[in-house]
């Protein structure tokens, strides 16, 4: 595989980079064709990256990186089901889960659309009936709470989108677990009923640590109160593995099943989104597949100049690779999205956080970058000092909705103004003379931002914006030559964890441990 320094673009970006030296922004966004040159749309989403540090010619080598980089080969695997994640020999295909029934993705010789679709079936029958109170719980209540315990992938999407879309909805309320510290499961609980509370047990894997004894500890809640018989009007499962649901005790008539070739952080459109169809209900569920579906129409299709995931991952590797930008910063400006960072943080991180190329080679340039972010405008109150005026420069998505949920314009008008106020002093700066001679008030700027403004914050419009965020991921990993679809640094952790948690309790002599862990084993041993 040739390493993407090898790329002839690669060298000519190196001197493009060099040649930008004095590039300003401040200049650049004096002229007043910048604006059209430098945004694009797409799925009623506006992208405007004319405030980065790049020009139309930066794009045009960026984009022939891209080509080298065979960007648009692997798309077409990825969204054919060739078994692109080699280390694990899976196919990738969290897209065809948002595709019409009517297309054909064939995976080891089946075509898995009526799966996809049979699964969506039993989502909207079951959502309707726990959303009406058909279904009922073991003292014949309907259903008002609803507990998703899981972690990860099976936890950051749905919240997110949960908490990003609940009032657009009318269905019981939604909590999520993920946390082995029993505080989490303990707070959630204590709110509620045994009697009108489902558990929704989400793992691909059914056999991850915190989710399990998160589950179990819900079992043993709810049969304080109730019998065996009442385990099926409460507990589902999501899940790849039939036999780890059984052997919990749950029923596969109430399993909702995806299979492998759907990976933990892109898994909310798959089974793993039922929480979400619970939440909001299962019409709402299926506009936010029908915006990212959108989304992989426009990145299989748009020319590149105008391909918005294309853009945002190359414009990525710009500022990673030349610029030596190791974080890049997510701020939404809407609480509902407070989620959104920590989301697309496990989505990008999880993914590109690599130091070894698809061959196994240790690669010799940097990868993922550290993704952080909360809302703005809390974030202003926090961070965003460093960001204004720190040495490390970092990029920034600035996201907002134009339309409000509510009907306070005074406090919409000041978080609009405040969002364009932030990516204007990031690029702009301030001069001395501005400052009136007071170097303390010196901003550098030249700092890059993309702006992006969905019309609102519809099921369609966030489905499609997380599609283009999972596209921007899976270019760079293209780009950086990787394997964006496995885990193994998290697989480490898994696996030491084990032998520590038998001494601890217990089951094991605390021996074989490095002196440091030994000692701390010490400290922690319950006496
Ligand atoms: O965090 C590591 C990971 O493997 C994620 O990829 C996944 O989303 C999460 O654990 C949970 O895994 P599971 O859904 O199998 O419980």
Same mark, same amino acid.
């Given at each position: 595989m040739t390493q993407p320094t090898h790329y002839p673009s690669w060298e000519t970006l190196k001197t493009h980079h060099e040649d930008m030296r004095d590039f300003s922004l401040r200049e650049e966004l004096a002229r007043a064709d910048r604006f059209a040159t430098m945004s694009r749309e797409s799925c009623g989403i506006l992208f405007d990256f004319s405030k980065h540090l790049a020009t139309e010619e930066t794009l045009t080598h960026l984009l022939a990186l891209a080509k080298e980089a065979k960007v648009e080969e692997m798309r077409t695997k990825m969204f054919a089901g060739v078994k692109i994640n080699n280390t694990e020999d899976r196919a990738v295909l969290h897209t065809a889960c948002r595709a019409p029934e009517t297309a054909e993705v064939i995976v080891d010789g089946e075509n898995i659309m009526p799966f996809v679709h049979q699964v969506l079936a039993q989502m909207e029958d079951f959502s309707h009936a726990v959303r009406s109170g058909e279904h009922k719980g073991y003292t014949d209540e309907a259903i008002t709470d609803v507990v998703n315990i899981g972690i990860g992938g099976s936890d950051l999407g749905p919240r997110f989108v949960v908490e990003a879309l609940q009032e657009d909805g009318s269905g019981p309320k939604v909590h999520f677990v993920s946390n082995v510290d029993g505080q989490d499961i303990v707070s959630v609980l204590k709110k509620l009923k045994p009697e009108t509370t489902l558990f929704v047990i989400a793992s691909k894997t059914f056999t991850t640590e915190e989710t399990m004894l998160n589950a179990q500890m819900a079992k043993d809640w709810l049969l304080k109160s109730a019998t065996t018989d009442a385990i099926p009007k409460h507990f589902v499962a999501l899940s790849t593995n039939a036999e780890g649901v059984k052997n919990f005790g749950i029923s596969l008539s109430n399993m909702f099943p995806f299979r492998d070739w759907v990976g933990g952080r892109y898994s !909310?459109?798959?089974?793993?989104g039922l929480s979400i169809s619970l939440a909001v209900g299962f019409d709402n569920f299926k506009k936010l597949l029908d915006g990212a579906h959108e989304m992989d129409q426009h990145f299989q299709n748009a020319e590149p100049k105008d391909n918005v995931p294309l853009l945002m991952g190359m414009l990525g590797v710009w500022y990673r690779n030349f610029y030596n930008y190791s974080s890049h910063l997510l701020l939404a400006y809407d609480v509902r999205m407070d989620k959104m960072a920590k989301f697309i943080q496990q989505m990008d991180m999880e993914s590109n956080g690599k130091a070894v190329d698809r061959d196994g080679h240790h690669m010799s340039y940097a990868t993922g970058p550290l993704i952080f972010g909360e809302p703005g405008t809390d974030s202003q109150h926090s961070f965003m000092q460093w960001v204004h005026q720190s040495a490390d420069v970092v990029p920034v998505d600035f996201v907002i909705a134009k339309e409000a949920h509510h009907t306070l314009t005074p406090n919409h008008a000041s978080l609009c103004a405040n969002f364009l106020a932030q990516s204007r002093a990031l690029a702009l700066g301030q001069t001395l003379e501005e400052a009136n001679g007071d170097p303390s008030r010196v901003f550098s700027g030249n700092r890059p931002s993309t702006s992006i403004i969905l019309p609102k914050l519809s099921p369609y419009h966030l489905g499609a914006l997380i599609a283009a965020y999972e596209h921007k991921v899976f270019v760079q990993g293209v780009v950086w030559g !990787? &394997?964006?679809?496995?885990q193994p640094g998290v697989e480490l952790g898994k696996k030491l964890a084990k032998p520590i948690r038998e001494i601890l309790e217990g089951r094991?002599? &605390?021996?074989?441990?490095d002196s440091s862990t030994s000692h701390l084993i010490d400290v922690l041993m319950p006496r």
């Open positions: !909310l459109w798959s089974a793993i !990787l &394997n964006s679809f496995d094991a002599p &605390n021996a074989g441990m």
